[in-house]
């Protein structure tokens, strides 16, 4: 397709923009889905790095999930909490395949 492409005389951006990137949006769209589910799962890096931080400034749903689990004892909430996160990430998803998977090109 390449050695095609550049005997018609396509240029380097025509040809990333026409063959390599719909030839990559498969793994794109999978690769843009598993980011964006990752980015609201980050516990790890502020329970290590600021613990909240100063007057909970650094607090995200999925480490005020494990405050209120395992340090206030409210386990009902945290289970709300976490069903609300769960609700937020499928319609992510849902959305992501609605109006991403349009672009997507399987071959």
């Given at each position: 397709?390449?050695?095609?492409?550049?005997?018609?005389?396509?240029g380097y951006y025509s040809r990333?923009?026409?063959?390599?990137?719909?030839?990559?949006?498969p793994v794109?769209?999978?690769?843009?889905i598993i980011?964006?589910?990752g980015s609201f799962q980050t516990f790890g890096q502020i329970d290590l790095l600021t613990g909240g931080g100063p007057n909970?400034?650094?607090?995200?749903?999925?480490?005020?999930?494990?405050?209120?689990?395992?340090?206030?004892?409210h386990f009902g909430f945290a289970s709300a909490q976490?069903?609300?996160l769960f609700?937020?990430?499928?319609?992510?998803?849902?959305l992501q395949f609605r109006y991403g998977e349009?672009?997507?090109h399987y071959q």
């Open positions: 397709m390449y050695e095609s492409a550049k005997i018609d005389g396509a990333l923009f026409k063959i390599t990137i719909p030839l990559l949006s794109l769209f999978f690769v843009l980011a964006v589910i909970n400034s650094t607090n995200l749903i999925v480490y005020s999930i494990y405050q209120q689990a395992f340090s206030f004892g976490a069903i609300v609700v937020i990430i499928l319609i992510v998803t849902i349009r672009k997507v």
